[in-house]
Each structure stands twice: as C-alpha cells, then as structure tokens.
C-alpha cells in the first residue's frame, strides 16, 4: 500500500519568514496529492491541493509543487503569520479513493 | 450549508463495553470515510462507503470494529469489546463522489476514551 513520509515533525519560523514542509510518496499510481491544516482541537481543514496533472500550484501565499519522478511534493508558505501556527498534514490518494497521510509537521511561527 | 457532523464529541467507555459514533455527511455526498487519529499521528483510514455499501473496508484493525450506512447518508461506527488500544479520536469524512481527488470534508471527530 501506499507509504507518505512528511519532514519535519517540527518547524519554527519567525513571522514574515518562510516555511517548507516536504513529503514523499511511494505508490506510483497515486494521483491526487492535498495538503490539511489542523489546529489544535479541530478538524483537519483543506488547504490545498494538486493533482498529478499539474506541476505547482499558487493560492495567495500558500503553493505546492510536485515532481512526479521523484514521488515527492512540498508545501511553501511566504510571509508566514501567527495564525499559520498548526499542525500541517500532507495526503497521497490514488484510484482507491482513501488518503494516506504523513505523520505531520507542527508549525510555529513567532511574533 | 452545515458541514460534516459527529456525535458525540467526547465518549469515555470502560474496557470491554460496546460503542457507536455516529456521522452526518454534508447532504447530497455520496462517499463517506472513517478516520482514526491517535495522538501525534495523521489520520489513518479505515473503511470508506460509497452510497449504502462500503466500497473499502481494508483499514479496519479487526473484526470488533464495524461500520453501517443503511439509508447512504447517515454513518454509525460500532466497537464491540472495546480495549484501551480503541483510544483515539475518530474522524468521518465526505465528499461529493468517490473520484480518488475530490476533496474530502472533515468532521470535528469523537474523542473515545477507553478506560
């Protein structure tokens, strides 16, 4: 079955400062890539997502990109802020439906 | 629209009693899926439905855990015999088909406490 490996566990950035959190996947077959944020207590929300068609993809200061070769994709969050503070999670999903999650990354970010 | 819902929120159970968590998925999605979170890990899958039969039940850690849909919209995730190992939170999630890359709405999960 599918293996998602997520790095780092734990990443502190200042506000302003940028943050990459880096996943890789083992399941060729795996098509559909998105990425979760959860805060404390809360449900895991969807950031964004790409899918195996697509290389990179932007939405305000959030991007992810993924090489398909390597079977890895990435998070980058520019001018980070306090609220960006979480646990981020990445996922794989391929024609059976369920996702594969990473362990996650907690992400701090200090005023 | 209201989003995906679970109740209830918190359960705290004694090793060995029986449990059901219940999920409402968002109305008119066809695919719904249990999650389990234990503390410091992603979610890990465990059955997935599409309409009123599960289409995946793969995840399931074994047979005291089982899951019903019979209408294909409300969920019920039953554990029998439950055991301190049953301690996590458990996480339903939707979406509008079952497509491998449509997007997958969370509920705020149950928290089981097995005792």
């Known amino acids: 079955g599918e293996n998602v490996e997520q790095h780092p566990s734990t990443l502190s950035v200042q506000e302003g400062d940028s943050a990459v959190i880096k996943c890789t996947y083992s399941?060729?077959?795996?098509?559909?890539f998105p990425w979760y944020k959860q805060e404390l207590g809360k449900r895991p929300q969807l950031i964004i997502d790409?899918?195996?068609?697509?290389g990179e993809k932007k939405d305000q200061r959030i991007a992810v990109t993924l090489n398909k070769t390597a079977k890895h994709f990435s998070l980058h969050i520019t001018e980070t802020q306090p609220e960006d503070s979480a646990v981020y999670f990445c996922?794989?999903?391929?024609?059976?439906?369920?996702?594969?999650f990473g362990k996650g990354t907690l992400l701090t970010v200090n005023p | 629209g209201a989003g995906v819902s679970q109740t209830p929120s918190n359960k705290v159970t004694e090793k060995g009693k029986y449990v059901e968590l219940r999920c409402d998925p968002i109305?008119?999605?066809?695919?719904l899926y249990w999650y389990r979170q234990s503390l410091g890990q992603g979610p890990e899958f465990l059955i997935y439905?599409?309409?009123?039969?599960?289409?995946?039940d793969s995840g399931l850690p074994n047979d005291r855990f089982f899951a019903v849909r019979p209408e294909g919209s409300v969920s019920t995730l039953k554990i029998q015999r439950t055991e301190r190992g049953d301690s996590a939170v458990y996480l339903c999630?939707?979406?509008?088909?079952?497509?491998?890359?449509?997007?997958?709405?969370f509920g705020p999960g149950t928290r089981l406490t097995v005792l």
């Open positions: 999630a939707s979406s509008l088909v079952a497509s491998g890359s449509d997007e997958q709405f």
């Open positions: 399941d060729s077959a795996s098509n559909y």
């Open positions: 790409i899918r195996s068609n697509v």
């Open positions: 996922a794989a999903s391929g024609s059976n439906y369920k996702l594969t």
């Open positions: 109305s008119g999605h066809t695919a």
């Open positions: 439905f599409q309409g009123t039969g599960a289409a995946d």
